[in-house]
């Protein structure tokens, strides 16, 4: 059983910043992909950044770079999503995602096995 659970939502001003934590438990991600998705309100889910691979590599959307870091906890089956100079365009409800592909990073909400609950993110201007 795989359960996968994300926190660290809230409210935060434009210009601000939040800390995400997706913990995971059944399974070890090290080898495999991680991503966080979100989906706001009459808007499709969209791949927000992933992290594959021994190696970690890492993949981010062009709307999230340079401002959104993913890293992970191996021993601690954790992966982490900071965002900064959060504006209200990146209002929505954050995914974490599981899979199995380690060569490359799936973009497609299907791709992915494993989900979260989703946390809240909204960001006031």
């Known amino acids: 059983q795989v359960r996968m659970v994300e926190s660290g939502g809230g409210l935060v001003q434009a210009g601000g910043s939040l800390r995400l934590s997706c913990a995971v438990s059944?399974?070890?991600?090290?080898?495999?992909?991680m991503g966080w998705f979100r989906q706001a309100p009459g808007k499709e889910r969209e791949f927000v950044v992933g992290i594959r691979g021994s190696l970690g590599i890492k993949d981010y959307a062009d709307s999230v770079k340079g401002r959104f870091t993913i890293s992970r906890d191996n021993a601690k089956n954790t992966v982490i999503l900071q965002m900064n100079s959060l504006t209200p365009e990146d209002t929505a409800v954050y995914y974490c995602?599981?899979?199995?592909?380690?060569?490359?990073?799936?973009?497609?909400?299907?791709?992915?096995?494993?989900w979260g609950q989703g946390t809240q993110v909204t960001v006031s201007s």
């Open positions: 059944g399974r070890t991600f090290s080898s495999s992909v």
């Open positions: 995602a599981g899979g199995n592909p380690t060569y490359y990073t799936p973009r497609s909400p299907g791709a992915y096995d494993y």
